[in-house]
């Protein structure tokens, strides 16, 4: 249980992505969609702060070590991203539908970028930076064509 203790900024905002597609394919309309993504950012840097003052060691994350590093410098760029998500997050629900660009997955890729982006900050091997970088990078070349005009 301390594991999860461990990885639940990133599962926070993993799980989040998902249940806010889902969110966004079964809703009638876009409003809260929004806030849906900002509440997931700011509960993410609410776990990364908890983890960071109850301290890392007793977590268990020696078994992930290897591949994750979950430490005080991974924490504190996931508590970075998890604001610099929230913030953009909070900007675009009034950005986007002033400009007639108001669709659902536009949350769901920051998410799933910002997602990447923690991952990168916590890699500790070749293998899970170029995972992290991958989702990261997918996630951002999208948001990056998303106003076509």
């Given amino acids: 249980m301390n594991l999860v203790f461990a990885l639940s900024p990133l599962l926070a905002v993993g799980i989040g992505a998902l249940l806010l597609m ?10 809260g969609l929004a806030l849906g993504a900002a509440m997931i950012f700011f509960s993410a840097f609410a776990l990364s702060l908890g983890v960071w003052m109850n301290g890392t060691e007793g977590l268990g994350t020696e078994a992930l070590a290897p591949w994750l ?5 991974s924490l504190f ?10 913030l953009a997050a909070l900007l675009a629900g009034g950005y986007l539908p002033e400009h007639h660009l108001d669709h659902g997955e536009f949350y769901s890729l920051l ?6 982006a923690m991952m990168l900050a916590a890699s ?16 951002v070349y999208a948001l990056t ?5």
């Fill in 22 to 31: 889902l969110a966004e394919a079964f809703a009638k309309t876009r409003n």
């Fill in 69 to 73: 590093v979950i430490d005080r410098f």
């Fill in 77 to 86: 760029f996931n508590c970075v991203l998890a604001l610099g998500g929230a």
């Fill in 111 to 116: 998410l799933l970028s910002t997602f990447g």
């Fill in 124 to 139: 500790g091997d070749l293998l899970t930076l170029f995972l992290g970088l991958e989702t990261m990078s997918l996630g």
């Fill in 145 to 149: 064509a998303f106003r076509r005009s």
